[in-house]
């Protein structure tokens, strides 16, 4: 487990440096030039350089900003008054981690409960009205359902705020819209795993053993069903950050997706680079938390990963 | 005992069979392609799905060449009218643009960007799964450390670096996508040949002297094609749904040129007033995702029945 831990954290290191390298030279290849569209003398363009590191010549400005990845230090944004770009992530990331990991939990429960009641009462109207969802949630896409949200639960029924960030409840819709492609990929696994544990004999014993019905479904069938489920938590999580990216801006919310894409819009080079990494990191270590779930919860898995 | 007095040498006369009759076969022929069909047609779904991708697809590329409007025109008179305003069927947008050729317009830019995303990820993953697949060795050893790098950079940040660097368009997005998306179709192909690669018929190719590209390209490849297939027929909607939402941070395609996710950002802006600006474009894209993930299901169910769940 440890050699297997290990390895994976090595490989984290090696495609973080490769994201930060090709962000740094990308950013260096853009056409576009903060300073170009205002008109400045020569000297204050200079010295405006100069502050930023930028007359440099470029592996040493690459070094220098390697090393301050490194120790959390993103560089100060182009755009806002030179605020600092880790500042700036570090407040809009409250609310895009909020929404996010309330939609997967959303996702996660609505999801293995409709795909446990779709197993077991298998072909009946709640079947069939689970599968009808989980193929709908797949294709519509999560900004559309966000704008549907808004629009009818906000705007029209007036139930929710429609938008913005101010209490609670503003964060209800934006997380339901983020929860709807959870629950359809969630309780279709759960369904098909849930079938086939319902046929296996110790759901036989157990029930032999005069278990109560709830104890068995919980215990025994619920339990092994969730080890695919878990499987598919990486790719999810990382669905609900890139769907936070617009989702946010439907809903006007001041997170980390509208921070991106003013960045883009204000070319803001600093914090279009700050953000990537930021988000790589958040997307690399995800994935690497998750695999190392699975080898706690499964230990075949565990054996099958360490020997590849 | 008795009995076999009975037996005289008449009962043992060859019967009279024409030798056409000889060769009749019980029941037809079924080839693997043909079966699969068979298999495909018998999915509900997966009948529907194709259908109504044909029929999109049909709009698509027909409905703004004989549609009377254009769909870049503006008309400051209609502006915003609702659907069913006169000819308009899907109403106008704010700058009075008829709608529904902007839809339809739309859609085929998103579908051609899909397309050609899927096929240059085709071909990318082919090459580079096929050869670490088949040749093995340290070959396989240096490629497979390359793909695991890759794949552990995450798409979103590739397409959207890419998207910084290039102008916008379709090609440059289908590159994009492809760039990001290889991997998995490499992976697949890999696995493939690697199971491929040790049984009889390419040892027979082998000894009978077949060249490494004839091996590939007549025993290896046909037979690694219903995976490959699958993949890309999921591959589409995955990149219908990139492009709508790069163009919905503003990376993606430009208005007032028009693709799906230009006319769902343009409908998310005005949609607490104007909702069917939204719902138009909506109805397409999710009906698009939805049949090409009904089709994917039904070709994988009839190309490898054994991923069937």
Redesign the interface.
């Known amino acids: 487990m440890l050699r297997y831990t290990l390895k994976r954290l090595g ?2 290191v ?2 973080l440096w ?2 930060i390298t ?2 740094f030279v ?2 260096k ?3 576009g030039d903060p300073l170009k569209s205002e008109k400045v003398p020569p000297e204050v363009r200079a010295q405006i350089l100069k502050q930023y590191g930028l007359d440099q010549p470029l592996p040493v400005q690459y070094v220098k900003y390697l090393g301050n990845v490194v120790q959390g230090d993103l560089g100060k944004s182009l755009s806002f008054d030179g605020r600092s770009v880790t500042d700036m992530i570090l407040e809009g990331f409250g609310p895009s981690a909020f929404i996010g990991i309330q939609g997967l939990l959303f996702g996660t429960v609505i999801g293995l409960i409709l795909g446990s009641v779709s197993a077991l009462k298998r072909g009946s109207l709640i079947d069939n009205a689970s599968t009808f969802f989980a ?2 949630g ?4 999560n ?2 359902m966000a ?2 949200l ?2 009818y639960v906000g ?1 029209v029924w007036g139930i929710l705020p ?1 938008g913005l960030w101010e209490s609670y409840e503003y964060s209800i819709l934006p997380s339901l819209a983020l929860s709807f492609p959870v629950i359809a990929q969630i309780s279709r696994y759960t369904r ?1 795993e849930m079938v086939e544990v319902l046929d296996q004999d110790y759901m036989k014993t157990a029930k032999a053993k005069g278990l109560e019905r709830s104890a068995i479904i919980i215990r025994h069938a619920l339990r092994n069903a969730l080890i695919p489920a878990v499987t598919i938590l990486g790719p999810l999580a ?1 669905n609900i ?2 769907g936070s ?2 989702v946010e ?2 809903f006007a919310i001041p997170g980390m ?1 509208e921070l ?2 003013t960045s ?2 204000n070319n803001d080079y600093t914090l ?1 680079m700050g953000v ?1 990494i930021f ?2 990191v958040l ?2 270590g995800v ?1 690497f938390l998750v695999d190392l779930l699975y080898g706690v919860i499964d230990p075949r898995i565990r054996l099958s990963g360490a020997k590849e | 005992m008795s009995a076999s007095k009975n037996l005289t040498p008449e009962l043992f006369q060859p019967a009279m069979i024409a030798d056409s009759a000889k060769n009749q076969l019980a029941r037809e022929r079924v080839g693997f392609w043909k079966d699969a069909w068979r298999r495909y047609c018998s999915n509900k779904g997966a009948l529907i799905g194709l259908i109504i991708i044909i029929a999109i697809g049909l709009l698509a590329f027909i409905a703004p060449a004989v549609s009377s409007y254009d769909y870049q025109t503006q008309n400051v008179k209609i502006q915003n009218k609702e659907s069913f305003y006169g000819d308009h069927i899907f109403g106008t947008d704010k700058f009075g643009r008829d709608l529904w050729t902007r839809t339809w317009y739309g859609a085929k830019i998103s579908l051609l960007i899909a397309f050609l995303a899927a096929f240059l990820d085709l071909v990318i993953g082919v090459t580079f799964g096929g050869i670490s697949g088949y040749f093995g060795g340290r070959v396989d050893m240096i490629l497979q450390r390359i793909i ?2 890759l794949y ?3 798409n ?2 590739v397409v ?3 998207m ?2 290039f102008e916008p368009g379709i090609v440059p997005i289908a590159v994009a996508m492809a760039v990001a998306g290889w991997v998995p179709m490499a992976r697949v192909v890999r696995a493939q040949m690697l199971k491929l690669k040790s049984q009889e018929f390419v040892l027979a190719a082998r000894t009978l002297g077949a060249s490494h590209g004839r091996i590939l390209t007549k025993h290896m490849i046909p037979n690694v094609m219903g995976p490959i297939i699958i993949a890309v027929t999921f591959a589409i ?1 995955t990149a219908i ?1 990139f492009e ?2 790069l163009s ?4 993606g395609i430009r208005p007032p040129e028009a693709s799906l996710g230009v006319l ?1 950002s343009e ?2 802006d005005v ?2 007033l104007f ?1 069917y600006q ?1 719902f138009w474009p ?1 109805v397409v ?3 698009i ?2 049949s090409f ?2 089709i994917g299901d039904g070709l994988r169910d009839a190309l490898d029945p054994r991923m069937r ?1």
């Open positions: 490989y984290m090696v495609t490769v994201i090709a962000t990308m950013m290849m853009l056409p193929v709908l797949v294709s519509i896409p900004f559309v704008a549907l808004s629009y705007v429609p098909t990382i950050i890139t990216l617009v801006q439907i997706g991106f894409v883009v819009i279009i990537t988000y790589s997307i690399v994935i | 695991e790098i552990s950079i995450p979103l940040i959207i670096l890419l910084l660097i909607p749904f709508a939402f919905f941070i503003g990376l769902l409908g998310a949609f607490q909702p939204l909506a894209i999710s009906l995702m939805l993930n009904l769940k």
